[in-house]
Structure formats: C-alpha cells, structure tokens
C-alpha cells in the first residue's frame, strides 16, 4: 500500500491510441491524477469516465495531467475507447496484477457466467505531485461508490490556493 508522501512506482502502459503512457515522463504544472478503473465489463466506471471525460478541460485548466488505468487486454480496452464516450480521456491498459498490488488496488475474480475478466482491480484514484510523490488517494473494495468530481476540483483549488498539506500522513 502506498503512503501519503511516498514515490508511487512507475508505469510504463499502452494507451488505446496507439501510444504509450510512462507516469515518470510526466510534467504536470500541479498533479498527474490516474484513476484505475474496473474495465470495460463496468457500467458504474462507464459513467464515471464519460463524466470525467466530459469535465477533462476544468483538470487540465488547473494543471493536471489526467489518465485512467484497467488491466484490461487491448482488445477489452479497444472496447471501452471505441463505445464509450470519454471524449480525449486517455485511457491506459494491460496493468498487470503485480502492477495493481504495488499500487495497493483491491483485486477481484470474475462472478460465474459474467463478463469480467478472470482478475481485474477495484477503483482507485490518486493524485501524484510533479516528483509522483503521493498527495491523495482513494482506493476501494467495491464498484459502488466514486469520489465526486466537483469536490475533488475543489480540493485541487485548495490546495493550490492555500498549499494544502498531504494529509493522513501519521499511517
């Protein structure tokens, strides 16, 4: 489980369009913020990333670099980029399991007769500064919930305006 403070471990990813994401070589003003998500087998993350694609102009107006991660396959995440409409949302793929537990992502098995792949991660998001030193993180156990997109901008603000600390930084 990573630690508010501590150096989150690199990536290196393909995206859906035929690039790579590699987390050191980002240069955010402020944040890098990646959101792990279920996969394409997930209606709530569906929502969550057409809503977050949506709105990927109001992080990036205030220097975060934004990009959503699955262990999904690249024909399962060609699946989301293709039906989903998460507008330039870069979508990353094929994190490992070993990837997902440095990361300190639940991890789940496929119900009977579903669509889910055999193992995949439970949502996460964290918000990494410039030198990928973590500053916030939210990790869960379910699909059920996500953080608000209107209060985590807020957060940002804040902490942008009143340099704001990590917090829970005593763990």
């Not at 489980?1 to 050191?24: C, E, N, Q, W, Y």
């Amino acid at each position: 489980m990573l630690t508010h403070g501590s150096t989150a471990p690199d990536l290196d990813l393909p995206l859906t369009i035929k690039a790579r994401f590699v987390l050191s070589d980002q240069r955010p003003e402020a944040f890098t913020m990646l959101v792990f998500y279920r996969g394409s087998h997930c209606p709530i993350c569906k929502r969550y990333l057409t809503e977050l694609g949506g709105r990927l102009d109001e992080f990036t107006g205030r220097g975060v670099n934004v990009f959503a991660v699955s262990m999904d396959s690249p024909e399962r995440a060609a699946t989301a980029h293709d039906e989903w409409d998460t507008h330039d949302l870069p979508l990353a793929h094929s994190l490992s399991e070993e990837q997902a537990r440095e990361w300190g992502l639940f991890l789940s098995q496929a119900r009977p007769d579903s669509e889910e792949p055999e193992v995949f991660s439970e949502p996460g998001l964290f918000l990494l500064k410039p030198d990928r030193s973590v500053h916030f993180e939210v990790v869960q156990s379910a699909p059920f919930t996500r953080p608000d997109l209107d209060q985590l901008l807020e957060g940002i603000d804040i902490i942008a305006e009143k340099d704001y600390p990590a917090r829970g930084t005593l763990t």
